[in-house]
């Protein structure tokens, strides 16, 4: 493994064990962002996006009023080689976590996501009450020279106070599913980027 990753890996490791989240800038280069939203998916608006729900399987609902944006599932078989590169960092990322944190992570699920402007999520926790193999949230932002004032933050509940995290191009973000509240707040632009989850299940085995 690269040692730029490696340092990269001890920061997730690092935050997750002592505050349950980690902020890591730089963890996609501007040309590895700039071709992940060269891919058709985010360069077709979201034609080939669809309005994501809430809840899993039969509980499933779309609720413009608690979350307003787009996925697309990324199909590991079948991505091209921006999304594979970013694919194998989720690798690389479990194979860390496992060592360094005695975790028994197994796999990730992962989709490309559009906010459009004015949308947003309501306060929520990742884990779903029926099943909590969503161990981690991995969320890394593809939007270049994004202004503070474009709004957009994820807003995430910690004890005492909030933490409010901008969607900068090549910031990944990874906190505890269990536990961590938080929130997308909306913004003046589309925002664009990878969301997914470490679990401790292997992937195949979740819509049996
Ligand atoms: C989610 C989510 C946060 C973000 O998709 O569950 O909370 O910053 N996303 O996009
Ligand atoms: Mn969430």
Known sequence: MKSALIDKLNLVADGLADQGYAIIDGFLSPEEVQSILQLDGFQN???QFKKAGIG??????????????????????????????YLSKLNELITFVNQ????S????????????PGSYYNRHLDQFKKDDHRKL????????????????QLRI?????????????????CFRSDLLEHEVLRATRPRYSLTGWILDQHAELRHL
Not at 105 to 116: G, N, Q, R, S
Not at 140 to 149: H, I, P, Q, S, V
Not at 157 to 173: N, T
């Open 157 to 173: 509940y910690l004890s005492d106070k909030h933490l409010d995290i901008f969607p900068m191009a090549g910031r990944l973000v």
């Open 45 to 47: 608006g979201n034609s």
């Open 56 to 85: 899993k399987h039969g509980d499933k609902q779309i609720n413009e009023s608690i979350r307003g944006d787009y996925i697309l599932w990324v199909d590991r078989t079948s991505e091209g080689p921006a999304i594979q590169s």
């Open 137 to 152: 949230s991995v969320i890394c932002y593809l939007n270049e020279n994004w202004k503070e004032d474009e709004g957009g």
């Open 105 to 116: 992570m197994k796999d990730y699920e992962v989709h490309m996501t559009i906010y459009p």
């Open 100 to 103: 360094n944190l005695f975790l």
